[in-house]
């Protein structure tokens, strides 16, 4: 990973997780978990989870459902370098990346970093915008905070919901809360908590 550089105030970030493949005889509850005490372990820093949630799959019909959850810590180095460490926890896990929103066995996407922009307003608006059939294939070849998306994706916002409903996007001024209300019900409502609130042994 790249050298850390320090910030001069620490931020809260907010990271997604999710998992529907098995990696050997683990899991993908058990990947999470693992994801989890990484993310905690190598942070240095507690965290905040939330529920664990069952999600179908993105797009429509692209493989098994997914479970899904989102942290929130304490961060004081560059977001950079918070990324490069989610990557490094992923192939840790098994991860390999050949098609955009594919099956995985994990999947650790940096959400915000507090207020931060970035690279700039311009930047993260066009890909907020872009088209869902070139979102489905085109890959920033940078960070973009807060993540371009988030807005349409309910599988990202009912789980934050849960750590950082008051969260507002620097750019929309919309809260969690809100872009969450703004959803299609019928979307919504398909994103069950898993019953005890803990990542099940089993997502079939």
């Given at each position: ?54 999600t179908p799959a993105f797009p429509p019909g692209s493989g098994p459902v997914f479970l899904n959850a989102c942290v929130s810590i304490n961060w004081s180095l560059s977001a950079e370098y918070l990324l490069n460490m989610l990557h490094k926890i992923e192939k840790d896990l098994g991860r390999t990346r050949q098609n955009r929103w594919e099956a995985r066995i994990i999947d650790l996407d940096l ?94």
């Open positions: 990973m790249q050298q850390a550089v320090e910030d001069q105030q620490a931020q809260i970030a907010y990271i997604a997780l999710g998992s529907n493949l098995p990696s050997g005889d683990r899991s993908p509850a058990e990947t999470l978990q693992k994801a989890l005490n990484y993310l905690e372990n190598q942070s240095g820093q507690p965290i905040k989870a939330s529920r664990v949630f069952r959400i915000a970093l507090g207020q931060t922009v970035a690279p700039d307003a311009e930047t993260q608006a066009l890909w907020a915008d872009l088209p869902i059939d070139r979102a489905a294939t085109d890959t920033p070849d940078r960070l973009i905070l807060p993540h371009p998306r988030l807005a349409e994706r309910s599988f990202v916002l009912v789980p934050l919901a849960d750590i950082a409903p008051d969260w507002v996007h620097p750019l929309t001024g919309k809260s969690v809360a809100q872009m969450l209300a703004a959803r299609p019900a019928a979307e919504r409502a398909a994103i069950l908590p898993c019953e005890t609130g803990q990542i099940p042994e089993n997502t079939g």
